[in-house]
């Protein structure tokens, strides 16, 4: 009774959401803040002053939405840890953002340059399904966000899956040789996952200047808000590269199903194309609102971040000294191992006491954990358990 294609498919794998028992949930890398006061007070208000809205259907292309990502990535440069902040509350919500001197856009991003969909998983698929073919090998690394194969699959793109080197950055060079011969396009999340580790924009721009003109480059910078450096102000110099975000991670918005790419116009129509001919109406009408409120008060989520880059930096430091290896990290999470414990029993160790943390199975990183970083006291209670591993 199956179609000849679902051979090919081999659906993701989420972080576990066991309902047997409440655990603090550090495996799937969301948000432990919840979102701005002002995102809830939104929601509340576009229901209670705007029911009929939720009999219509929702505007298909986000326009407010879309304006609002903008304005955001204008005022925040991008990265949202590294924004400045004038007044508001203590919280961060109602401050004026600022973009650092080293994040400022050279340019202003306008809604033209923005797709938003259903989630940047969502958006992702409509990217893989605009730019890339069966015939050549999309290249990424061999170890990244383990949803671009279930979609390689999904759509029948072969893939060309590159070690990452020994010290688990991108083997830029092979990447390049092999998008090169292939005459194809690229794509990796930067800061890479889960290895929470990222190129400068410098490397990515020397990277792009050398791959196919004519085939798209994707950065996907899900994590890039926790401290990485952003590929934006290279929409400047490159027509062929697409830069996928989303609201899971640094805008506390995993339940809202919200991801955005910003490239230049005409790859944004073509991924528009592709959503109007699969799903019109990819964000409903309460998560519209909810994102709109979200960007307009980035400086709440400017705390947040800076608040998980705290909590990261001194969790790494509290592992290292108890002898873990760990890789510097750009993003919510971090990676690890130690000599002599298994990745996966101290994944169980962990879990036993009521926390859960990710471990993947995968050859070359079995014998590391992934985990999520979260509030002051999901760490401490975390860090009473890994004291005496
Ligand atoms: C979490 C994540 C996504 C998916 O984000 P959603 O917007 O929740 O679908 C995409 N890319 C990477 C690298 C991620 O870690």
């Known amino acids: 009774m199956l179609s000849k294609r679902m051979e090919n498919l081999h659906p993701y794998v989420p972080g576990e959401q066991p ?4 655990y603090i949930k550090l495996n799937a890398n969301e948000n432990p803040y919840p979102p701005s006061p002002k995102v809830i007070e939104a929601v509340r208000q576009a229901a209670k002053k705007h029911p009929e809205k939720l009999g219509l259907y929702p505007d298909p292309d986000s326009n ?43 340019f202003v991003v306008t809604p033209e340059m923005i797709y938003a969909g259903n989630g940047s998983d969502e958006v992702l698929s409509f990217v893989f399904y605009a730019f890339f073919d069966s015939d050549r090998k999309l290249v990424l690394p061999e170890h990244t966000y383990s949803f671009y194969p279930v979609y390689g699959g999904f759509y029948d793109i072969p893939l060309a899956k590159i070690p990452l080197k020994e010290d688990w950055t991108l083997d830029k060079e092979k990447m390049l040789e092999t998008a090169n011969s292939e005459g194809s396009g690229i794509i990796f999340a930067n800061p890479n996952a889960p290895t929470s580790i990222g190129l400068s924009r410098d490397q990515v721009r020397e990277m792009i200047k050398k791959a196919p003109a004519d085939k798209v480059f994707v950065v996907d910078e899900a994590y890039v808000d926790f401290g990485g450096e952003s590929c934006i102000p290279l929409l400047a110099e490159f027509q062929n590269l697409v830069i996928v975000r989303t609201t899971s991670k640094s805008l506390c918005g995993a339940g809202q199903r919200l991801g955005y790419l910003v490239a230049n116009k005409e790859l944004v129509q073509a991924v528009t194309t592709v959503k109007n001919s699969l799903n019109h109406f990819p964000i409903d009408f309460l998560a519209q609102q909810a994102g709109i409120a979200a960007c307009r008060d980035a400086g709440y989520y400017v705390k947040c971040a800076q608040n998980v880059a705290f909590e ?32 996966e029993e101290a994944y169980k160790k962990i879990k036993e006491e009521g926390i859960l943390v990710r471990h993947f199975a995968t050859p070359g990183i079995e014998e590391y954990l992934r985990i999520t970083i979260g509030t002051h006291e999901q760490m401490q209670a975390l860090r009473a358990v890994m004291e005496e591993m």
């Open 312 to 343: 990261r930096d001194e969790f790494i430091d509290f592992l290292r000294e108890k002898g873990w290896f760990v890789l510097d990290s750009q993003t919510n999470f971090v990676f690890c191992k130690k000599d002599g414990v298994s990745g």
């Open 64 to 106: 407010e939405l879309k304006e609002a990502i903008a304005d955001m990535l204008n005022k925040s440069g991008g990265v949202l840890s590294r924004a400045n902040l004038e007044g508001g509350k203590k919280n961060g919500s109602g401050a004026i953002v600022s973009p650092s001197e080293f994040d400022k856009i050279p």
């Open 19 to 22: 309902k047997d028992r409440v």
